[in-house]
């Protein structure tokens, strides 16, 4: 995932049973009055949750950390391998 035409180099990672590979934008985590590394540190807590399913991991992620009265946009990809 990226922006613009900087160039990337492949890397290729072991990805195995039980592992989850969590894709987001940064409305999920970002606040103004809040410190980045605080609100990944909370993300990572929340994800710490061994035999939840993908469906309720995003719904839970969704409701800790994204403010309902917030009008920035988030998305969330949560994938695992079967």
Not at 38 to 50: A, F, H, I
């Amino acid at each position: 995932m990226g922006t613009g035409t900087a160039s990337y180099r492949a890397v290729t990672l072991p990805f195995d049973t039980g592992d989850r590979l969590v894709l987001y934008t940064d409305g999920l985590i970002e606040r103004r009055r809040e410190d980045i590394d605080s609100r990944l540190q909370v993300l990572l807590r929340l994800l710490d949750t061994p035999g939840t399913s993908l469906e309720d991991m995003c719904d839970h992620l969704l409701h800790a950390l994204r403010n309902p009265d917030d009008d920035d946009d988030v998305a969330l990809l949560i994938a695992s391998p079967r």
